[in-house]
């Protein structure tokens, strides 16, 4: 899935961010979370498949960007996503040569589930500013552009070869009567660490009715 950004290279199985999401401060007006370098918004994108041909799902996700001062002029940038998936028809998600576990080839459309993850790397010089705002839809791109400026950057970026950077995405499609037939496989994880030519990928299982 590599997600990384949009403006931004993404991994080769990125999210494909679709224009399209809702800014939620996540704090019911309290600015609590923010007070905590905690900013949350509601996003609809898409998500490809682990070998970057397409899109194989429609995404409902809940993100949150958590912000940490290193004290040396660089942030930790953790980035949480939760929600849902609806699946396209095509290509299964975990059906590439990269994948040595067992996966399908092909999901049907309509396949709903959820999934959960984070992206955490460093972001350097920028200049941390804790009450910025970001238009919707706030992608990554977006809140470090708006919350660091122009000139900072992450090391999670595609275009940057760091090993400064760790991701871990799964996704489950349960068993149940919405998604019969019976799937011939429903959990799929996409997970590493580095970026740009130190990028090390690894998949897991598949969603796959086929």
Sequence with gaps: MRRMLTGFVL??????????????????GKGKKQGKNRFTFTLVNTDNRCDGSGAWANLNEKRTY???????????????????????????????????????????????????????????GGSFKKDATCTAPCFTGNFISA???????????????STDCKFNYNYTAPSRAANRPKLLVRQWQDRGKGSGTSLIEHFKGDIASS
């Design 11 to 28: 991994f080769a199985a990125a999210l494909a961010l679709a224009a399209s999401g809702l800014a939620d401060p996540g704090d019911k």
């Design 147 to 161: 919350f660091f400026g122009a000139g900072a950057v992450f090391s999670c970026d595609g275009a940057t070869n």
């Design 66 to 124: 958590q912000v940490h001062d290193n004290g040396d002029g660089t942030f930790t940038l953790r980035r949480i996503s939760r929600g849902t998936f609806t699946t396209i028809a095509g290509t299964s998600p975990g059906n590439c040569t990269a994948n040595k576990s067992k996966h399908g080839h092909t999901i049907r459309a309509g396949v709903t589930g959820r999934f959960g993850g984070y992206l955490e790397g460093t972001i350097t």
